[in-house]
């Protein structure tokens, strides 16, 4: 199951940061098709929100098709959005790991790793662009957020 931490200082909307939590635990693996997320009230208990803040990124998760609200039983993960190499287990993942184990030692902070792996993503992309073929509109918006 998946434990929402909630930011108050980040400037991002409770919801959005529950919508991203479970997008990434999607990402990872940590979260798979068929299993159930916290009900609201677990979710209420744990981070002092409001409960129409849960509900809002449920149905936002719902609409985005990662999720079934279920009435009486729960909301249930309906899609995965695991890649190969992003599981715990990949040894992309264990090398990623051994690197950021490696930059913590030499004194960069989270914000100071984000940082770092988001401009080599972005100069990556941008050499490549060429490569790939032309992204919808949404993307751009999609590809900064999945970065947060």
Known sequence: MID?????????????QIVEQTERA??????RVGDK????REVV?????????????YRDMEQAGLVELRRGLGTF??????RPGAEDDSPLRRELTDWV???????????????LVTAAL???????????KPRATGDKRRRTHDRA
């Open 4 to 16: 929402y931490r909630i930011d108050r200082g980040s400037g991002v909307p409770a919801y959005v």
């Open 26 to 31: 999607l990402r990872m693996g940590t979260l």
């Open 37 to 40: 997320l916290p009900t609201a």
């Open 45 to 57: 208990a744990a981070t002092a929100i409001n409960p129409n803040t849960v509900l809002r990124a």
């Open 77 to 82: 993960v309906t899609r995965s959005l695991a």
């Open 101 to 115: 184990a490696r930059a913590r030692a030499a004194g960069l902070e989270g914000a100071d790793v984000l940082a």
């Open 122 to 132: 972005d100069a990556y992309e941008h050499e490549h662009e060429h490569d790939s």
